[in-house]
């Protein structure tokens, strides 16, 4: 399984990927506002999450869908569906993206995809997604994207990294709301990108 957008391919991760991973999760300026990964971050670090990842993906249970920029061949980031609950249709949503690649509104675009892919091909009902206060364009994206406050949540999530822990937002999209939003956040980023 492939998903592919205009700029990106979001696929299954490869163990070649590891060099790719460790350039970008291995900056503490995108580690520290993650739960789990840690700080400093190493080849087999790297390779074991990979391994993790395909284990996971071929049991279905979780997706880290790996995000390659096309111009470039290269991994720059990862969205994950993870905790996948079929019987209540919801999964948890994360992310992450190579720092040299920020504000280029790469995660938006990837955004997109995995969403269609949760809604549409694994029939889920509801994405959940949790942001550590701080992290205002975490925080901004989720928005954009038409995920909805529910929540704060005081001291909930320890970051690997530097060991601190944050405050979090709880968001939640549904499928409805989705449907009704996504040919305007496809606008946005479509007059984003002239």
């Known amino acids: ?16 990927d590891w060099k790719d991973v460790l350039e ?11 739960k789990r990964i840690p ?27 790996f995000i390659e920029l096309k111009s470039e061949k290269k991994m720059i980031g990862c969205i994950s569906l993870s905790s996948i609950d079929k ?23 990837a955004k997109i995809a995995a969403n269609e892919f949760a809604f549409n091909k694994l029939k889920l009902r509801r994405l959940n997604s ?31 990294a530097v060991n601190k822990i944050n405050d979090t937002y709880f968001y939640g999209l549904l499928k409805e709301d989705w449907k009704k939003n996504i040919k305007k956040i496809k606008r946005r980023l479509t007059k984003k990108l002239k």
């Open 1 to 16: 399984m492939k998903l592919e957008t205009k700029r990106l391919i979001l696929r299954k991760p490869k163990i070649s």
């Open 24 to 34: 970008g999760a291995g900056n503490l300026d995108v580690s520290k506002n993650t």
């Open 39 to 65: 700080y400093p971050y190493n080849k087999k670090d790297a390779i074991n999450w990979i391994k993790k990842s395909i284990e996971q993906w071929d049991s279905e249970k979780s997706y880290n869908l």
């Open 87 to 109: 019987f209540n249709g919801t999964a948890t949503t994360g992310s992450w993206i190579n720092k040299k690649y920020w504000r280029k509104r790469y995660i938006t675009e």
């Open 130 to 160: 949790e942001v550590f206060i701080k992290n205002k364009p975490s925080n901004k994206t989720q928005k954009r994207m038409g995920y909805r406050l529910e929540g704060m949540k005081r001291k909930s999530s320890k970051s690997l």
